[in-house]
Structures are given as structure tokens and as C-alpha cells.
């Protein structure tokens, strides 16, 4: 499977962006990372093909993740942003059972190659 990220750019503070991760196969859970220049990746959300969904602090309230199946491709709906939400944010995709509640970036075998956010105050 290959992944594709797309919907990135630049917004000012309290603004909203949708991200796509567009995938060229059936997947599991799909989750989104990111990771801001000089820090270490971090999770933010994840979803499974039935839509069980899962939230970092950070993203909770602000961010929805959904899936078209039909389409193969997950969206991270990302409102009242802030300028901390700047960074490069990368979909994963993984079958193995219990995949999106892991959490971690090793467990991650598949990955696309990244779309820049950048928040401005």
C-alpha cells in the first residue's frame, strides 16, 4: 500500500485546514503523526476501517479524524488551530490487530511522505 498526504499549508492562528491521506490499497487502522522541526514524531490521531477512533490531548476537541472507505482515504479535520500544530503531519497505515491503539511510530510500517502545516500567530 501506498499513502499520499495532501491539504497542507499555511494558515493564521484559530483557523482551520482538512488533511487527506489518500491510500492505493485496502488498510486497517490509518493514523496521523507529526512532527515539528527539532522534535521527536508524535501521535495524533487514528482510526479504524469501522471509524473507532482515537485522540492525542492535543488534538482532542480541535482535530476529527474520518475515513471514506470507498475511497480509501482518511481525513484530519484540524480547526482552531495554533501555532504549536505547526509541523510536517505524515499519515501510517498498519493491519495488525490493535495497530491504532499503539500509538507509536515503530509500529508503523507504511507511510506517506508528508504534508507541511504551518500556523502563524
Known amino acids: 500500500v501506498l499513502l499520499a498526504e495532501s491539504g497542507g499549508g499555511s494558515v493564521q492562528a484559530g483557523g482551520s485546514l482538512r488533511l487527506s491521506c489518500a491510500a492505493s490499497g485496502s488498510t486497517s487502522c490509518v493514523t496521523w503523526f507529526r512532527q515539528a522541526p527539532g522534535k521527536e514524531r508524535e501521535w495524533v490521531a487514528s482510526i479504524y476501517r469501522d471509524g473507532t477512533s482515537f485522540y492525542s490531548d492535543s488534538a482532542k476537541g480541535r482535530f476529527t479524524i474520518s475515513r471514506d472507505n470507498a475511497k480509501k482515504t482518511v481525513y484530519l479535520q484540524m480547526n482552531d488551530l495554533k501555532p504549536e500544530d505547526t509541523a510536517m503531519y505524515y499519515c501510517?497505515?498498519?493491519?495488525?490487530?490493535?495497530?491504532?491503539?499503539?500509538?507509536?511510530?515503530?509500529?508503523?510500517?507504511?507511510w506517506g511522505p508528508g504534508t507541511e502545516v504551518t500556523v502563524s500567530s
Open positions: 501510517a497505515a498498519d493491519d495488525t490487530y490493535g495497530a491504532c491503539e499503539t500509538r507509536s511510530v515503530t509500529s508503523f510500517d507504511t
